[in-house]
């Protein structure tokens, strides 16, 4: 592997396990996906240069995560460690592809860079907003290579 972009990042504590009641458990009742659920799906993700995951890095945090169920649209802002990360736009996909994975198809996914905190934030929102861009990434095998070694759980968080 390369040299790293950022050799010492800052480690952040894990956020606890959501405590699930008997009605998230039963088909029967409806569920409205929140925020949370979102965020217990891409928590995990691991980091492509660290191993560590997104959340440990605090590239994603619960507060950056805007769901609405009845609208079907989910929006993630993540937060690369340093503001040249050249993994932004890779952690974005990876983002990206683990809730196309993860949510019925009504969903609306956005996911872009936290306002301000990446040279290239423009840039990366732009391929990330772009469909044909992103199903022409995910066609790149090497890529996707990539993209499912960052969603391949490493632990249990």
Not at 24 to 53: G, M, Y
Not at 113 to 132: F, R
């Amino acid at each position: 592997m390369s040299r790293l972009e950022n050799a010492n990042p800052v480690i952040f504590q894990r956020s606890g396990d959501r405590l699930l009641t008997s009605n998230d458990e039963d088909e029967d009742v409806h569920d409205p996906i929140d925020d949370r659920e979102i965020f217990d799906l891409i928590r995990a993700i691991n980091d492509p240069e660290h191993p560590l995951s997104l959340e440990e890095l605090n590239v994603v945090e619960q507060v950056r995560v805007q769901v609405n169920d009845a609208e079907s649209i989910v929006g993630i802002e993540f937060t690369p460690t340093i503001p040249h990360c050249s993994m932004a736009t890779l952690i974005g996909l990876s983002i990206k592809v683990k809730l196309l994975r993860s949510l019925p198809d009504r969903f609306k996914i956005d996911v872009h860079i936290t306002p301000g905190t990446h040279a290239s934030e423009e840039a990366v929102n732009k391929q990330l907003a772009d469909k044909e861009r992103v199903a022409a990434a995910l066609e790149n095998s090497s890529l996707l290579e990539v993209v499912n070694q960052c969603l391949t759980p490493t632990r249990s968080i």
